[in-house]
Nanobody
Framework: QVRLVESGGGLVQAGDSLRLSCVAS????????MAWFRQAPGKEREFVAT????????LYADAVKGRLTISRDNAKNTLYLQMNSLKPEDTAVHYC????????????????WGQGTQVTVSS
């Protein structure tokens, strides 16, 4: 089992920045590709970004390209999401996810989810 715990969410104004963190415990963190998803009120959970086991490859949703950056530190068992130029439409619960597959994908079969951290962006 992999336990994922997110932190770093909060209430910010449009244009501000936030950095989300996700600390993993249990099985070897570097064995998993990792991803961030988000779910806004009344909407389905959607893919945000993903990163390969080594950190060498990433993919992003079109809505966040150029503003959000996913990264990981395998020595610290931690996944990050740097969020810049935040917009009100980024308001959502953000979830950390782990999965295993041959390659990273924008539609992963997630095996482990975190509990989520709320990001609220006011206009």
């Amino acid at each position: 089992q992999v336990r994922l715990v997110e932190s770093g969410g909060g209430l910010v104004q449009a244009g501000d920045s936030l950095r989300l963190s996700c600390v993993a415990s249990g099985r070897t963190f570097s064995n998993y590709h990792m991803a961030w998803f988000r779910q806004a009120p009344g909407k389905e959970r959607e893919f945000v970004a993903t990163i390969s086991r080594s950190g060498g490859n990433t993919l992003y949703a079109d809505a966040v390209k150029g503003r959000l950056t996913i990264s990981r530190d395998n020595a610290k068992n931690t996944l990050y999401l740097q969020m810049n130029s935040l917009k009100p439409e980024d308001t959502a619960v953000h979830y950390c996810a782990a999965y295993q597959s041959l390659l990273i994908t924008t539609t992963p079969r997630v095996s482990h989810w975190g509990q989520g951290t709320q990001v609220t962006v006011s206009s």
